[in-house]
C-alpha cells in the first residue's frame, strides 16, 4: 500500500486546514487509518485514527473537539479536518495505515507510512 498526504499550509492562529490522504492498495476492514505528527525536536506523536470497516474513531486528547478523521471508501481517501489551529499543531503531519488495526503508539510492524505534509500555524 502507498500512501500520500496533502493539504498542508501556513495558516493563522484559529484557522482550519483539511488534509487529505490518497491510498493505492487494499485495505481491508480490520485496517484503521491513522494521523501522527512530528514537530522539530520532538517524537512522532498519535493524533487520530479511524477503522476502515466501520469508521469507528479516536483521538489524542489534545485534539479531542477540533479535529476529526474521516474516510471515504469508496475514493480511497482518508481526511483530518483540523479546526481552532493553534501555534503548538505546527508539525509534519503523516497519514499511516495500520494493517493491525488501531495502534495509538508511534511503531508498530503493521504500520505502512507516506509522506509528510508541513502544517505551520503562525500569526
Known amino acids: 500500500v502507498q500512501l500520500q498526504a496533502s493539504g498542508g499550509g501556513l495558516v493563522q492562529p484559529g484557522d482550519s486546514l483539511r488534509l487529505s490522504c490518497r491510498i493505492s492498495?487494499?485495505?481491508?476492514?480490520?485496517?484503521?487509518m491513522h494521523w501522527f505528527r512530528q514537530a522539530p525536536g520532538k517524537e512522532r506523536e498519535f493524533v487520530a485514527a479511524?477503522?476502515?470497516?466501520?469508521?469507528?474513531?479516536i483521538y489524542a486528547d489534545t485534539v479531542k473537539g477540533r479535529f476529526t478523521i474521516s474516510r471515504e471508501k469508496s475514493n480511497e481517501m482518508a481526511y483530518l479536518q483540523m479546526n481552532s489551529l493553534k501555534p503548538e499543531d505546527s508539525a509534519v503531519y503523516y497519514c499511516?495505515?495500520?494493517?493491525?488495526?488501531?495502534?495509538?503508539?508511534?511503531?508498530?510492524?503493521?504500520?505502512?507510512w507516506g509522506r509528510g505534509t508541513q502544517v505551520t500555524v503562525s500569526s
Open positions: 499511516a495505515a495500520d494493517f493491525g488495526g488501531v495502534s495509538t503508539s508511534r511503531d508498530s510492524r503493521s504500520r505502512y
Open positions: 492498495g487494499r485495505l481491508f476492514s480490520s485496517t484503521a
Open positions: 479511524i477503522r476502515w470497516g466501520a469508521g469507528t474513531t
